[in-house]
């Protein structure tokens, strides 16, 4: 297993790392999930939101949210995987969704990249489809919307206006352009930054993220995946999601304290934590203690 990169400063305060995938990590059971969590809270990520792309991962998330109270779970097929969704699934799906520690439906929405790069990825018709079921489940539920949007921007807001969104709407890893970005800050919709906002070919997308409100911005790793400049190409974990919130932070000329603070209390309203996470509801000493 390749290792991860060294671990960055701790931030000066307390960070929500709002997209990540816990079990692809390798965080396989409630030690793994503990484990990499604790390396989060070393440096100040208090609180992840561990999110499903098929049915197993949808059940497992579920399980890992009461693992440890740092971990929250999203519940959704990712859209290259709608191609098969039974009505069996709809009822799991909604099921668990309905949890009480799972926050948000997602990931869900459109991927046209994969459908052109991979014959066994659901069609366009497919995942709108699904889409279509997964906003109605989102409003159905009271939960955020989760949005995946790959090569797909203009079908992904058209179907949400069609259908009408609900109440939150997140864009999970935005991949959109500034034109793009103000198009979702003025319908009110919450854009979430990952590790390729660091890259330095990103341009568009660097020039997008300095543009979104602080009160409409979170942050996350989606790790394994994405992992921040300069450690693009090693693995990711939640772990590394402040090599993202400093490189953001000095893209839109802000301290770093702020930008972290401001991004933490979206995430507590977005996802209804309640107050804002602190370093006494997540800390790795108080989770050990409640273990």
């Known amino acids: 297993m390749r290792e991860l990169p060294p671990a960055p400063a701790r931030l000066p305060t307390e960070v929500v790392d709002a997209h990540t995938h816990l079990d692809a990590c390798g965080a396989t059971d409630a ?18 939101v561990t999110v499903a792309d098929d049915m197993a991962s949808a059940r497992w998330v579920v399980s890992a949210s009461s693992w440890d109270e740092r971990v929250f779970a999203a519940v959704a097929l990712h859209p290259t995987r709608t191609a098969t969704m039974t009505d069996a699934d709809r009822a799991e799906l909604e099921q668990l969704v309905r949890q009480p520690r799972v926050v948000a439906v997602g990931e869900t929405g459109l991927d046209y990249y994969w459908t052109q790069h991979d014959p066994r990825c659901s069609p366009p ?17 009271g939960k955020p919307l989760m949005i995946h949007d790959r090569d797909a921007h203009g079908d992904v807001l058209a179907v ?15 991949s959109g352009d500034a034109a793009m970005a103000r198009s979702c800050v003025d319908a009110g919709y919450v854009l979430s930054f990952s590790g ?14 300095m543009l979104v409100p602080d009160g409409q911005l979170l942050v996350e790793t989606d790790a394994p995946f994405l992992t921040p400049h300069p450690h693009r190409g090693r693995p990711n974990e939640p772990v590394n999601l402040p090599y993202t919130v400093r490189d953001l932070a000095a893209l839109r000329g802000q301290d770093v304290t702020e930008l972290a603070a401001s991004s933490c209390a979206n ?25």
Request: hydrophobic share 45%; charged share 20%.
């Open 31 to 48: 030690a793994g999930v503990r484990a990499a969590l604790d390396r989060a809270a070393a440096v100040g990520v208090a609180a992840v």
């Open 125 to 141: 018709e497919a995942q709108q489809d699904a889409y279509r079921w997964h906003i109605d489940l989102a409003k159905r539920v």
């Open 160 to 174: 949400l206006e069609q259908e009408g969104p609900p109440q939150t709407v997140i864009f999970h890893c935005f």
């Open 196 to 209: 390729t906002v660091t890259f330095r070919n990103a341009h568009a997308l660097r020039e997008a993220a």
């Open 267 to 291: 995430a507590a309203r977005v996802f209804g934590f309640g107050s804002p996470v602190t370093e006494s509801d997540f800390s790795a000493t108080d989770a050990a203690e409640r273990s």
